[in-house]
């Protein structure tokens, strides 16, 4: 786990939530845009082929970053809320 607070874990996975909320379609339509290139280029184009790939990579890592920023925020409220039960049972 990292050192922040939950409070600051709170704010970046609503951050990360409004970002993919509001940017998830560019992100989806540049994979798409992307896809089309890999599928439209020849095999001979392999320098090409590479720099698509990265930039997919590139992509998804972003994206899944952005899902465990929430993810991570989830689990550990989770984590915060059944301590908090065990506390006053």
Known sequence: M???????RRIRSNRAK???D???????AYEDKLTEGWKQSNFDQAD????IWHRLR????LKDGLV???NDYEDEQVLHDARERNRTD
């Open 68 to 70: 465990s920023f929430i």
């Open 48 to 51: 090409h082929r590479e720099v």
């Open 18 to 20: 409004a970002a993919l």
């Open 58 to 61: 590139t992509l998804k890592g």
């Open 22 to 28: 509001d940017l998830g379609w560019a992100f989806d």
């Open 2 to 8: 990292t050192d922040l607070s939950l409070e600051a």
